[in-house]
Protein backbone atom coordinates (compact mmCIF):
# COMPACT_ATOMS: atom_id res chain seq x y z
CA UNK A 1 0.00 0.00 0.00
CA UNK A 2 0.95 3.58 0.07
CA UNK A 3 1.00 6.53 2.79
CA UNK A 4 1.80 10.02 2.27
CA UNK A 5 1.49 12.56 4.64
CA UNK A 6 2.16 16.23 4.62
CA UNK A 7 0.94 19.06 6.56
CA UNK A 8 -2.56 20.25 6.01
CA UNK A 9 -2.46 23.85 6.17
CA UNK A 10 0.69 26.81 6.25
CA UNK A 11 0.95 30.35 6.65
CA UNK A 12 3.63 32.87 5.41
CA UNK A 13 4.84 36.16 5.44
CA UNK A 14 5.77 37.52 1.66
CA UNK A 15 8.90 37.64 1.01
CA UNK A 16 9.67 35.06 3.54
CA UNK A 17 10.75 31.00 2.88
CA UNK A 18 8.95 28.49 3.77
CA UNK A 19 9.58 24.70 3.77
CA UNK A 20 6.66 22.11 2.77
CA UNK A 21 7.60 18.25 3.75
CA UNK A 22 6.26 15.13 2.46
CA UNK A 23 7.11 11.88 4.34
CA UNK A 24 5.61 8.54 2.68
CA UNK A 25 5.62 4.93 2.48
CA UNK A 26 5.21 3.27 -1.05
CA UNK A 27 5.71 -0.47 -1.60
CA UNK A 28 7.17 0.65 -5.19
CA UNK A 29 8.93 3.65 -5.89
CA UNK A 30 9.68 5.48 -9.03
CA UNK A 31 10.05 9.42 -8.53
CA UNK A 32 8.41 12.35 -6.29
CA UNK A 33 6.61 14.96 -8.11
CA UNK A 34 5.56 18.18 -6.28
CA UNK A 35 2.37 20.22 -8.05
CA UNK A 36 0.77 23.67 -7.25
CA UNK A 37 -2.84 24.06 -7.71
CA UNK A 38 -4.69 26.98 -7.36
CA UNK A 39 -8.00 26.72 -5.77
CA UNK A 40 -11.03 25.86 -9.05
CA UNK A 41 -7.48 25.17 -11.52
CA UNK A 42 -5.60 22.59 -12.57
CA UNK A 43 -2.75 20.90 -10.70
CA UNK A 44 1.06 22.41 -12.56
CA UNK A 45 4.12 20.32 -12.59
CA UNK A 46 6.91 22.59 -10.25
CA UNK A 47 9.34 19.63 -9.79
CA UNK A 48 10.56 15.97 -10.18
CA UNK A 49 13.28 14.42 -7.80
CA UNK A 50 14.46 10.78 -7.93
CA UNK A 51 17.88 10.50 -6.72
CA UNK A 52 18.13 11.74 -3.17
CA UNK A 53 19.49 15.47 -2.90
CA UNK A 54 18.36 18.86 -3.94
CA UNK A 55 16.93 20.06 -7.35
CA UNK A 56 16.84 23.93 -7.51
CA UNK A 57 14.42 25.91 -10.18
CA UNK A 58 14.58 29.59 -9.84
CA UNK A 59 12.31 29.96 -6.53
CA UNK A 60 11.78 26.81 -6.25
CA UNK A 61 13.76 23.63 -5.07
CA UNK A 62 12.79 20.13 -4.10
CA UNK A 63 14.99 17.84 -1.95
CA UNK A 64 14.54 14.03 -1.63
CA UNK A 65 15.91 10.82 0.85
CA UNK A 66 14.75 7.63 -0.37
CA UNK A 67 16.10 6.36 2.93
CA UNK A 68 13.83 8.20 5.10
CA UNK A 69 11.15 8.30 2.71
CA UNK A 70 10.76 12.11 3.04
CA UNK A 71 10.79 15.05 0.81
CA UNK A 72 10.76 18.88 0.86
CA UNK A 73 9.39 21.87 -1.10
CA UNK A 74 10.87 24.99 -0.89
CA UNK A 75 9.55 27.89 -1.73
CA UNK A 76 12.54 31.57 -1.46
CA UNK A 77 10.79 35.37 -1.81
CA UNK A 78 7.00 34.16 -1.23
CA UNK A 79 4.58 36.04 -3.39
CA UNK A 80 1.15 36.45 -2.78
CA UNK A 81 0.47 34.96 -5.97
CA UNK A 82 2.40 31.31 -4.29
CA UNK A 83 -0.88 31.13 -1.86
CA UNK A 84 -2.23 27.31 -3.62
CA UNK A 85 -2.27 24.05 -1.95
CA UNK A 86 0.69 22.17 -2.92
CA UNK A 87 0.62 18.50 -3.52
CA UNK A 88 3.23 15.97 -3.31
CA UNK A 89 2.84 12.63 -5.53
CA UNK A 90 4.68 9.37 -5.45
CA UNK A 91 5.27 7.64 -9.04
CA UNK A 92 5.00 3.99 -8.14
CA UNK A 93 6.30 1.42 -10.26
CA UNK A 94 3.31 0.93 -12.29
CA UNK A 95 3.77 4.39 -13.12
CA UNK A 96 1.15 5.37 -11.26
CA UNK A 97 1.00 8.74 -9.42
CA UNK A 98 -0.53 8.56 -5.66
CA UNK A 99 -1.07 11.76 -4.59
CA UNK A 100 -0.83 13.28 -0.79
CA UNK A 101 -3.81 15.01 0.63
CA UNK A 102 -2.02 18.45 -0.33
CA UNK A 103 -0.76 21.32 1.74
CA UNK A 104 -2.63 24.51 1.88
CA UNK A 105 -0.05 27.38 1.49
CA UNK A 106 -1.34 31.22 2.86
CA UNK A 107 0.57 34.17 2.01
CA UNK A 108 0.53 37.55 4.06
CA UNK A 109 1.08 40.54 3.73
CA UNK B 1 3.37 23.55 -25.44
CA UNK B 2 2.48 21.57 -22.61
CA UNK B 3 -1.06 21.99 -22.94
CA UNK B 4 -3.86 20.11 -22.79
CA UNK B 5 -7.61 21.01 -23.73
CA UNK B 6 -11.21 20.04 -21.84
CA UNK B 7 -14.33 20.43 -22.91
CA UNK B 8 -16.68 21.65 -21.74
CA UNK B 9 -15.50 23.89 -18.30
CA UNK B 10 -18.61 23.03 -16.57
CA UNK B 11 -21.24 20.43 -16.56
CA UNK B 12 -24.55 20.19 -15.22
CA UNK B 13 -26.72 16.69 -15.76
CA UNK B 14 -29.43 15.07 -14.30
CA UNK B 15 -29.54 11.64 -13.30
CA UNK B 16 -30.77 10.28 -16.47
CA UNK B 17 -28.53 11.98 -18.64
CA UNK B 18 -26.36 10.73 -20.93
CA UNK B 19 -23.01 13.01 -21.71
CA UNK B 20 -19.45 12.87 -22.83
CA UNK B 21 -16.78 14.70 -21.78
CA UNK B 22 -13.91 15.34 -23.90
CA UNK B 23 -9.72 15.90 -23.64
CA UNK B 24 -7.45 16.48 -26.18
CA UNK B 25 -3.40 17.01 -26.36
CA UNK B 26 -0.99 17.58 -29.16
CA UNK B 27 2.35 17.02 -27.42
CA UNK B 28 2.87 13.71 -28.65
CA UNK B 29 1.89 11.64 -25.59
CA UNK B 30 1.28 8.19 -25.72
CA UNK B 31 -0.58 8.02 -21.95
CA UNK B 32 -3.59 9.69 -21.07
CA UNK B 33 -5.41 9.59 -18.00
CA UNK B 34 -8.88 10.77 -16.37
CA UNK B 35 -8.81 11.65 -12.27
CA UNK B 36 -11.56 12.36 -10.39
CA UNK B 37 -10.80 15.43 -8.04
CA UNK B 38 -13.58 15.90 -4.82
CA UNK B 39 -13.21 19.57 -3.16
CA UNK B 40 -10.17 20.05 -0.69
CA UNK B 41 -9.26 16.27 -1.77
CA UNK B 42 -6.10 15.40 -3.88
CA UNK B 43 -6.91 14.16 -7.45
CA UNK B 44 -7.95 10.10 -7.69
CA UNK B 45 -6.89 8.31 -10.78
CA UNK B 46 -9.51 6.44 -12.61
CA UNK B 47 -8.40 5.43 -15.91
CA UNK B 48 -5.10 5.28 -17.73
CA UNK B 49 -4.96 4.29 -21.17
CA UNK B 50 -1.00 3.86 -22.87
CA UNK B 51 -0.93 3.73 -26.96
CA UNK B 52 -4.66 3.76 -26.97
CA UNK B 53 -5.17 0.46 -24.80
CA UNK B 54 -6.79 0.99 -21.55
CA UNK B 55 -4.11 -0.06 -19.00
CA UNK B 56 -5.50 0.36 -15.64
CA UNK B 57 -8.76 0.73 -14.08
CA UNK B 58 -9.40 1.39 -10.52
CA UNK B 59 -12.62 -0.45 -9.98
CA UNK B 60 -14.75 2.59 -11.29
CA UNK B 61 -18.45 1.85 -11.99
CA UNK B 62 -19.45 1.25 -14.90
CA UNK B 63 -21.79 4.36 -15.17
CA UNK B 64 -18.26 5.56 -16.38
CA UNK B 65 -16.85 4.32 -19.40
CA UNK B 66 -13.37 5.76 -20.96
CA UNK B 67 -12.96 6.19 -24.41
CA UNK B 68 -9.67 6.65 -26.62
CA UNK B 69 -10.41 7.12 -29.96
CA UNK B 70 -6.77 8.07 -31.18
CA UNK B 71 -3.81 8.94 -29.59
CA UNK B 72 -4.58 12.86 -28.82
CA UNK B 73 -8.06 12.37 -27.82
CA UNK B 74 -9.52 10.52 -24.68
CA UNK B 75 -13.28 11.12 -23.94
CA UNK B 76 -15.28 9.94 -20.55
CA UNK B 77 -18.76 9.06 -21.09
CA UNK B 78 -21.31 10.05 -18.35
CA UNK B 79 -24.45 7.60 -18.10
CA UNK B 80 -26.78 7.28 -15.18
CA UNK B 81 -24.58 9.28 -12.54
CA UNK B 82 -25.11 10.02 -8.74
CA UNK B 83 -25.19 13.08 -6.99
CA UNK B 84 -21.83 11.94 -5.13
CA UNK B 85 -20.00 11.91 -8.62
CA UNK B 86 -20.12 15.88 -8.88
CA UNK B 87 -16.60 16.77 -8.70
CA UNK B 88 -13.78 18.12 -10.83
CA UNK B 89 -13.33 15.69 -13.62
CA UNK B 90 -8.84 16.30 -14.55
CA UNK B 91 -7.43 14.77 -17.76
CA UNK B 92 -3.58 14.40 -18.36
CA UNK B 93 -1.14 12.96 -20.45
CA UNK B 94 2.38 12.27 -20.27
CA UNK B 95 5.25 10.21 -22.66
CA UNK B 96 5.02 6.82 -21.86
CA UNK B 97 7.65 5.98 -19.31
CA UNK B 98 8.26 6.15 -15.98
CA UNK B 99 9.89 9.06 -13.53
CA UNK B 100 10.37 12.43 -14.89
CA UNK B 101 10.43 11.31 -18.66
CA UNK B 102 6.35 10.62 -17.27
CA UNK B 103 5.79 13.70 -15.83
CA UNK B 104 2.07 14.19 -15.96
CA UNK B 105 0.47 17.63 -17.57
CA UNK B 106 -2.99 18.42 -16.46
CA UNK B 107 -6.14 19.81 -18.59
CA UNK B 108 -8.05 22.69 -16.66
CA UNK B 109 -10.79 19.81 -15.85
CA UNK B 110 -14.39 20.13 -16.48
CA UNK B 111 -16.48 20.72 -13.19
CA UNK B 112 -19.62 18.35 -13.24
CA UNK B 113 -22.70 18.53 -11.45
CA UNK B 114 -25.24 16.10 -10.84
CA UNK B 115 -28.74 16.73 -10.08
Known amino acids: GQNIDQPTEMTATEGAIVQINCTYQ??????LFWYQQHAGEAPTFLSYNVLDGLEEKGRFSSFLSRSKGYSYLLLKELQMKDSASYLC??????????FGAGTILRVKS | DTEVTQTPKHLVMGMTNKKSLKCEQH?????MYWYKQKAKKPPELMFVYSYEKLSINESVPSRFSPECPNSSLLNLHLHALQPEDSALYLC??????????????FGPGTRLLVL
Open chain 1, 89 to 98: AVCDLRNKLV
Open chain 2, 92 to 105: ASSQEGGGGEGTQY
Open chain 2, 27 to 31: MGHRA
Open chain 1, 26 to 31: TSGFNG
